[in-house]
T-cell receptor, first 115, second 111 residues
Framework: KAGVTQTPRYLIKTRGQQVTLSCSPI?????VSWYQQTPGQGLQFLFE???????NKGNFPGRFSGRQFSNSRSEMNVSTLELGDSALYLC??????????????FGPGTRLLVL | GNSVTQMEGPVTLSEEAFLTINCTYT??????LFWYVQYPGEGLQLLLK?????DKGSNKGFEATYRKETTSFHLEKGSVQVSDSAVYFC??????????FGTGTSLTVIP
């Protein structure tokens, strides 16, 4: 099976712009989670989607949003970019065939640089 | 709430040395516990996991045992190689499929 794919892999934006990142989960996986990774804060949970519904949300401002499509692909959007949004954004998928507590499988990430 | 506390790094070891990275957790009930590894420029890869008390996860020579009495899940390897140089993350998941990660421990193995 192909792994989790994320596009684009690298992105440079300027302050005030908005950005959309895309994630394709492993085939058959229904849950997609997003994380922000920075040297100072480590891995921080953004949100999780399952069957097109946001089930969990981390402690991020409303500028960070996401959605999931019927084929389980997911996008996250960051509006009005700030310098502090520069980070590696990781997407992870899990099958959720047995309820919760399932392994998450990560993509390679999208590295966003805000200038 | 749920949280993971992981040994601060960086850790530098000589090849063939013994590795221990400490991880303790706080959670109600019975979480599942994981170790992930991140190589430079890549995403996280699952290294091993354990889903109940006294379970031992193992992979590629790495081991960790789920100790409920000490709320710990320490990662060990008997003989590290240069190729093990990476950042290691301890994590737990409980209800709702939300993962909680430690801050990561950077390991460098020198020949």
């Amino acid at each position: 099976k192909a792994g989790v794919t994320q596009t684009p892999r690298y992105l440079i934006k300027t302050r005030g712009q908005q950005v959309t990142l895309s994630c394709s989960p492993i085939s058959g996986h229904r849950s997609v989670s997003w994380y922000q990774q920075t040297p100072g804060q480590g891995l921080q949970f953004l949100f999780e989607y399952f069957s097109e519904t946001q089930r969990n949300k981390g402690n991020f401002p409303g500028r960070f949003s996401g959605r999931q499509f019927s084929n389980s692909r997911s996008e996250m959007n960051v509006s009005t970019l700030e310098l502090g949004d520069s980070a590696l954004y990781l997407c992870a998928s899990s099958p959720l065939t047995a309820g919760t507590q399932e392994t998450q499988y990560f993509g390679p990430g999208t590295r966003l640089l805000v200038l | 709430g749920n949280s993971v506390t992981q040994m601060e790094g960086p850790v530098t070891l000589s090849e063939e040395a013994f590795l221990t990275i400490n991880c303790t957790y706080t959670a109600t009930g019975y979480p599942s516990l994981f170790w992930y590894v991140q190589y430079p420029g890549e995403g996280l890869q699952l290294l091993l996991k354990a889903t109940k008390a006294d379970d031992k996860g193992s992979n590629k020579g790495f081991e960790a045992t789920y100790r409920k009495e000490t709320t710990s899940f320490h990662l060990e390897k008997g003989s590290v190689q240069v190729s093990d140089s990476a950042v290691y993350f301890c994590a737990l998941t409980h209800t709702g499929n939300q993962f909680y990660f430690g801050t990561g421990t950077s390991l460098t193995v020198i020949p």
